[in-house]
């Protein structure tokens, strides 16, 4: 059993940065891999970034590798993505997802999904 709360998001111009956190509790925490999800207005929602467990194995959806960086905190039980160099298709909500153990490309394996927060990114 995992809760789920992201914070970070908000109105930023193209190339500037954020860092989205998401804040967990539960007392299986450090068995859950954790993912970062998005979905802008009228379309479907897509991956985004995955860490295992362990943190030592990240993953990253082609449109945001090089710009976006996931990593965990297990002690602090939160995981964070760090957005740089944003561009106006970046806008959408984030949301944050745990399963256990192994982490997956497909949302439709998450049991746990965060509230989402808003980012917008203006030209």
């Known amino acids: 059993q995992v809760q789920l709360v992201e914070s970070g998001g908000g109105l930023v111009q193209a190339g500037g940065s954020l860092r989205l956190s998401c804040a967990a509790s539960g007392r299986t925490f450090n068995s859950h891999a954790m993912g970062w999800f998005r979905q802008a207005p009228g379309k479907a929602r897509e991956f985004v970034a995955g860490?295992?467990?362990?943190?030592?194995?990240?993953d990253y959806a082609d449109s945001v590798k090089g710009r976006f960086t996931i990593s965990r905190v297990n002690a602090k039980n939160t995981v964070y993505l760090q957005l740089n160099s944003l561009k106006p298709e970046d806008t959408a909500v984030y949301y944050c997802?745990?399963?256990?153990?192994?982490?997956?490309?497909?949302?439709?394996?998450?049991?746990?999904w965060g509230q989402g927060t808003q980012v917008t990114v203006y030209s």
């Open positions: 997802a745990a399963r256990l153990w192994d982490y997956s490309r497909n949302g439709e394996l998450y049991a746990y």
């Open positions: 860490i295992s467990w362990s943190g030592s194995s990240t």
